[in-house]
């Protein structure tokens, strides 16, 4: 996918005598790789990502370099993020079902009590952490993130038997449309969170392996075309789920009661100043309601460090991201719109086998 930076209006600082020489340390450690007509460039906006992580208070949580250092905010939006609704998916005219499927079911916080905490990755049906790269499908990875945990908790297949599925098949054969118009659009995002793409693989009868089908992104030939014939992929046996659900209300209570069960896959307003940049630690900065990117919440617990409970998510911009790919986002937040930090509670669905 051609990709057509925007630099917008930060005003980057000008880099510092030491700078230069961190700066070719970090490309060395990171693999980077900058033309050399955009080295100075590149090098101003490090600078500014340095200055911006020194003056950072780390008591909640911290910030640090990774491999997005050389790029502005705007262009790590125009990479990683696009807008999504808080809507369920629209009826399906496509191709991908013969029939309109049915709305989701909702389900309520209707346990009295759940878990003090939970973390679906120490109990083996979390596959790794992935790299969507220049690609925004984030929404794949959500959605097949949260079919791992539901296929590994029906079938017992956990662990080292755990089934990885495979986020390119959704990319490019996810062809539900609606008034013509392809709301699941590979690359490009998705209108309407993981209920769409939970609606594909359950008329498509469920998804292939990873290893059978692997990621590339937009580094396919051509993402808009379902490539799994030629792939020769076979859908996994008993990989279509019966259904998928809705957490409602939208509320913290809501979807830690559907977390208690299994993953659930949200959709996030992650255009924070500086989330970009998280190193570890639990975030407690809310950034709105615009949301923009679709993650995974594996679990929630408290951190006793910061006296601050929090949600386990597993995001897609590699492992060396955050906590080895993750992210704890502060629970019970006051004042983040009633639907949790970052809205994460808002669109919040999960596919169920029974």
Not at 23 to 45: P, Q, T
């Amino acid at each position: 996918m051609e990709l057509a930076f925007i630099v917008g209006c930060l005003a980057v600082a000008a880099a510092q005598p030491n700078d230069r020489a961190r700066f070719d340390a970090w490309m060395r450690d990171y693999a980077v790789k900058v033309d050399a007509g955009d080295y100075e460039r590149r090098l101003d906006i490090f600078a500014e990502k340095l200055r911006s992580i020194e003056a950072h208070d780390a008591s909640d949580f911290r910030l640090g370099l990774n491999r997005f250092s050389h790029l502005t905010e705007d262009e790590f939006a125009s990479m990683y993020r696009r807008p999504m609704s808080r809507v369920p998916a629209p009826p399906v005219d496509g191709a991908a079902a013969a029939e309109t499927p049915d709305s989701p079911p909702v389900v309520g916080a209707a346990a009295p009590e759940t878990p003090a905490s939970v973390d679906w990755v120490a109990e083996g049906v979390v596959t790794r952490v992935y790299e969507q790269g220049a690609c925004a499908a984030c929404w794949t990875f959500a959605a097949s993130g949260a079919l791992e945990g539901a296929f590994a908790l029906a079938t017992g297949r956990k662990g080292a038997n755990l089934t990885a599925f495979s986020q390119q098949q959704i990319v490019e054969c996810d062809n539900i449309t609606w008034h013509g118009k392809r709301v699941d659009n590979g690359c490009h995002g998705t209108w309407y969170g993981m209920d769409s793409a939970y609606a594909y693989i359950e008329t498509n009868g469920g998804l292939c392996t990873e290893a059978a089908y692997p990621y590339v992104g937009a580094n396919s030939t051509d993402w808009t075309t379902c490539h799994a014939s030629e792939n020769g992929c076979a859908i996994v046996s008993g990989s279509a789920p019966a259904n998928h659900t809705d957490v409602a209300p939208a509320s913290e209570a809501a979807l830690a009661a559907a977390v208690a069960k299994q993953p659930v896959s949200v959709v996030v307003d992650a255009s924070c100043q500086g989330f970009m940049s998280y190193a570890g630690g639990v975030w407690t900065k809310d950034c709105g309601t615009k949301l923009d990117h679709a993650v995974l919440v594996v679990g929630y617990g408290f951190d006793a460090p910061s006296n601050t409970s929090y949600w386990k998510v597993k995001n897609s911009w590699g492992a060396a991201w955050g906590e080895a790919g993750y992210v704890r986002l502060a629970r019970g937040l006051a004042g983040a719109g009633g639907h949790g930090i970052m809205d994460i509670a808002s669109t919040a669905s999960y596919p169920t086998f029974a």
